[in-house]
């Protein structure tokens, strides 16, 4: 499944690895926290850092040299279009909140 898609705001070297930030789409916001889970692609990757702008969110993630080699990570560049899934935790978390005042599930 595809929560959205993402712009490619840059895609450079970081001393022995790539830095990727991407323009995620504001309602996947919530979603999207230092540490968690974000698939670009299909490839499933680690969040380095997220900042919330009025209109959308950077997402910046570290890429080691074995991941930008082994998948088509390695054509990215600014202006790509990814697609993005959010953390699967993330959405659990969500759905527990929203049951929590209900019928007392918790």
Known sequence: HVDGVGL??????????????VRAP???SPYLAYKGSITV???????NEVEDTALDT???????PHTVEA???????????VNLEVDMIARYVERMMSLKDEDELF
């Open 8 to 21: 490619v705001e840059s895609m450079t070297p970081a001393a022995e690895s790539w830095k990727l930030v």
């Open 26 to 28: 504001r309602k996947l």
């Open 41 to 47: 692609n299909g490839v499933s990757l680690t969040v």
């Open 58 to 64: 950077l997402v910046s993630i570290n890429l080691i």
């Open 71 to 81: 998948t088509t990570l390695k054509h990215l560049k600014a202006q790509s279009e």
